[in-house]
């Protein structure tokens, strides 16, 4: 099934969730709290299932936007942020990189 950025095919997205929006969340290393980028996007199915978080990754990180398998996040809303799970700087420097509409499969295994 192929993923597209969420504005794309649920255009109500921003009004319906305001108090729970992931994008503009900062995320941050789980094992040391280290802030490594800003959530921009979300990329979801046809069937409204989350993939991947595109982050925007700081400049001492390596200053692009990747993209980051929610299976490796954990959304804590009422803190307003994102973990990283499992994964170092340097790890997430090698994610694959997004790029403005790639499609992809949520069962993609190269990603």
Not at 19 to 35: F, I, S, T, W
Not at 39 to 44: G, K, N, R, S, W
Not at 57 to 74: E, F, G, H, I, R
Request: with cysteine.
């Amino acid at each position: 099934m192929k993923v597209r950025e969420i504005d794309g095919f649920i255009p109500q997205y921003r009004k319906t969730n305001r108090n729970n929006d992931v994008k503009g969340m900062e995320a941050y290393l789980q094992k040391n709290n280290e802030r490594i980028g800003t959530v921009t996007d979300i990329l979801e199915d046809t069937n409204n299932h989350s993939c991947y978080l595109v982050l925007n990754l700081d400049a001492q990180t390596s200053s692009k936007k990747v993209l980051l398998p929610v299976t490796q996040s954990q959304i804590d809303h009422e803190a307003d942020f994102v973990y990283v799970i499992g994964l170092s700087r340097e790890q997430i420097r090698y994610l694959p990189e997004f790029k403005e509409n790639l499609l992809l499969d949520c069962n993609d295994e190269d990603i």
